[in-house]
């Protein structure tokens, strides 16, 4: 159903922004510590990851297709495209000191 008056243009990425502006404050306030990095998981074989590639987002790599209680070392499940975003752009100084 359209929604005439409604006009947001590029709306995953607006969406994508405006979270990625509020998630470390947000988290903070719930956990006690903020977060500077984030990442996501792209099924490559059932999505593209416009949206996140049009807000900044940036491939790092992909998973092995075994899941993380995987025993059999062998890939079971669809490899995945990993996608981060630096929420400080002191990220990595903030991380290392962790």
């Known amino acids: 159903m359209n929604s005439p008056w409604v006009h947001v243009p590029h709306l995953a990425s607006h969406i994508l922004g405006n979270m ?3 998630l470390s404050a947000d988290w ?4 006690h510590h ?3 990095f ?4 792209i099924d490559p074989t059932r999505f593209r990851g416009t949206c996140y590639r049009a807000a900044n987002w ?8 075994r899941g993380k209680n995987d025993h059999s070392y062998k890939p079971n499940r669809t490899i995945k ?3 981060g975003l630096p929420l ?8 290392s000191q962790m």
């Open 28 to 31: 903070e306030r719930m956990y």
């Open 58 to 65: 940036v491939l790092m790599g992909h998973t092995t297709g």
């Open 81 to 83: 495209e990993v996608l």
């Open 38 to 41: 984030a990442e996501t998981f």
């Open 20 to 22: 990625a502006r509020s």
């Open 34 to 36: 903020p977060v500077y």
């Open 88 to 95: 400080t752009p002191r990220f990595r100084e903030l991380l």
